[in-house]
């Protein structure tokens, strides 16, 4: 037996002044009395137990002493020798990742569930014995180092949250593996369901104590991929790729829902057989952008997965200023066009617009306008060609088919009368070219922005009746601005992306130091720095819409709120879409191989007991010696 605090055997010296105080005499009071016949009666009966008396007291003066050797000793915090050497150290993982979500068969999570494990560990634990909690959801953390304080231990289980990341449990092995690598009688105790990749393996290796939480069959129908992107074909047209996969051991019959902004977009019926995995691609029309949402309309044990979320970019207009004497299919044919805002001049404007594009029709000026521009039937000379006659009857021999502004275009067998035989002053790019090598349609970059010129008469051939003609104005007018809003991707959960921030929100960083506030579903708020323009999200742990935008000062009104979502934002999708969190079901090759033994005694301290004893001493001799009996 050993002592933390043997000093404290020093409080033992308070035994004296009790010895003194059970010596002392009580001295008696004298009171005047008729007659002592009774009192002499009384003496006499009682002299026999005078002995007894006298014992009585020694027995209390003992139970007294007891009691204070008792509580000095629990000051001092006894302990066995043999609770060092066998002291243990336990480095707990617990599996915070989306399919501990899902239900246990008590109807509780199977984190719940593998918290009140992870809680009788915790009151289970011997004196010296330590615990360290390791978070293994999404990122790996230690949320406590190693301690025996089982409040502290405790409050800190209390603080883990579910995620909807992915499971970590290998990677936090490592770390745990390195919290106690240089400690001796060291366990690693993994509380999880077993959902992941390598589990099997994990459980059987050396020093890892497998605890498992879940049932070996699982009754889940998720969305593993939902993604939204704008149509290469239509500009106001988008299209869904959703997958979902029935991880049940029965077949399933439910419905999928598809909305955008809130609106029901879609009902799909779905009936899939045990183990199916179901993909489909929906095409919807929209110019606006907004949130698409898919929902199942499924009742299973994961409630993570049966909704998912994408952003559709809204299909900005692009300015464009028609510069034409007359043209009915060209007028008509942006005119139909929805991303279109179309403006018609008679004369080439002063200052174009930087951001839109210019169309040129037939009068070319010598000086080629700075910026984007799209020219048709050019009939003069340039400061960036010249024109060495006309090509009678062109056939078309080669396409740049690798070219964006090529896409879906196909000029086989289109007759171009009258096309002009260009001889380019600088560098260009040929997207069409005769048989006889002259370019018909060319790319020729200069200054702030390029020049597309289409040598061809649209009012003698038959191209404004081709479907070709408006593909080739809407390629061409996506290719000058530069793709923008044709795809935002849904992240999965617990993954990080490097995002480039929009212009608008990059002026309001510049003004703030480059910070930025990103906002969670559950309203939660983190700092995030742009750099270059470019910034790191992740990992994101929770499934949902987050937000990205700067300080609400940017806004000048009073309500902060108000002031933030009236902000310029950009928002981020994230959604669960991972098909090993959605399956619930357990690998059967998982066996755990030993368990936690538990302290003996209860798994308190000695001080504790001794603490309990003088508490029952105290009422033994409060039974004995207070409750007297005169007859």
Known sequence: MSFSTPAAFLWALLAVPIVIFYLLKIRMRRMPVSTLMFWEQVFDEKQPRSVWRQLRHLLSLLLQLLFLSLLVSAVTDPFLQSDVREQRRLVVVVDTSASMQALSDNGDSRLVTAKSQIGQMIRSLKPRDEIALLVAGGRPRVACGLTSHQRTLQNRLDEIVPTDGPTRVIDA??????????RENTQIVVVTDGCFAGAAGLAAEDHVVWSQVGASSGNNV???????????????????????????????????????????????????????????????????????????????????????????????????????????????????????????????????????????????????????????????????????????????????????????????NVLMPEALKLIPKVDYTALVESISGEPLYLQIPHDDGHALVLPVNIDQGDLPLRTAFPIMLTNALSWFAEGKGEFSKAMAAG?????????????IARRHNDQFILTAPDHARRNIRVIDGHCVIGPLEQAGIWTLRGPASDVEIADENSAAERSPSLLIACNLADRSESDLRVPETIQPRQKILSAAFGGRPIWFYLVIAAFLLTIIEWLLFQRRRIS
Not at 173 to 182: C, N
Request: charged share 20%.
């Open 222 to 412: 998720g969305i593993t991929r939902f993604q939204v992107r704008r149509s290469l074909l239509d500009p106001i047209a988008y299209q869904i790729l959703i997958e979902v996969g029935n991880f049940s051991d029965k077949a399933v019959e439910c419905g999928l829902d598809l909305s955008l902004g809130g609106e029901l977009l879609d009902v799909v019926p779905l009936k899939l057989a045990a183990g199916e995995i179901w993909t489909d691609v929906f095409e919807k029309t929209s110019i606006v952008g907004g949130v698409v949402s898919a929902d199942l309309q499924s009742v299973d044990d994961l409630a993570a997965d049966n909704t998912a979320g994408a952003i559709l970019p809204a299909r900005l207009k692009i300015p464009v200023t028609l510069v034409t004497d007359g043209n009915w299919f060209l007028q008509r044919a942006l005119e139909a066009n929805d991303i279109v805002d179309l403006t018609l001049a008679a004369e080439v404007p002063q200052k174009p617009s930087p951001e839109g594009v210019l169309i040129l029709h037939r009068n070319i000026p010598e000086q080629v306008p700075a910026g984007n521009v799209f020219i048709v039937q050019p009939t003069t000379a340039t400061d960036l060609w010249d024109i060495a006659g006309a090509i009678e009857q062109p056939l078309v021999d080669k396409q740049d088919t690798s070219s964006d502004l090529m896409r879906h275009i196909r000029l086989d």
């Open 495 to 507: 993954n990080t992306s490097v995002l480039l921030v929009p212009p608008e929100l990059q002026k």
């Open 173 to 182: 092995v490592k770390i745990g593996r390195r919290l106690a690598a240089s």
